[in-house]
């Protein structure tokens, strides 16, 4: 499996703002639509965001439309979640995807990071 490494996350206060990073290990990511994905403590993974290899498309859950923002910068092979007006409901581990292809929401999985966790508290 592609190695993938997230970096960014923290402890925040509701209304801030953190920027997630996940950076490929070995492999370029121009091929592979990227997906985050977020568990919460006794809850099921469930998608975020997913950006397509060219970054010309991308979605979101209905929980973090219009607060969280995924792009992506190949040249650095990197892609970002940009996430604003967090909520303590947001707070979960946060992981990132290669997907199997190059379009969202995809398919199939061929690496994934260790995660990153994110808590939102005041």
């Known amino acids: 499996q592609l190695q993938l490494v997230e970096s960014g996350g923290g402890l925040v206060q509701p209304g801030g703002s953190l920027r997630l990073s996940c950076a490929a290990s070995?492999?370029?990511?121009?091929?592979?639509?990227i997906g985050w994905f977020r568990q919460a403590p006794g809850k099921e993974r469930e998608g975020v965001s997913c950006?397509?290899?060219?970054?010309?498309?991308?979605n979101y859950a209905d929980s973090v439309k219009g607060r969280f923002t995924i792009s992506r910068d190949n040249a650095k092979n990197t892609v970002y979640l940009q996430m604003n007006s967090l909520k303590p409901e947001d707070t979960a581990v946060y992981y990132c995807?290669?997907?199997?292809?190059?379009?969202?929401?995809?398919?199939?999985?061929?690496?994934w990071g260790q995660g990153t966790q994110v808590t939102v508290s005041s």
């Open positions: 995807a290669a997907r199997a292809v190059s379009w969202c929401p995809g398919h199939g999985v061929v690496g």
């Open positions: 070995g492999f370029t990511l121009d091929y592979y639509a």
């Open positions: 950006i397509s290899s060219s970054g010309g498309s991308t």
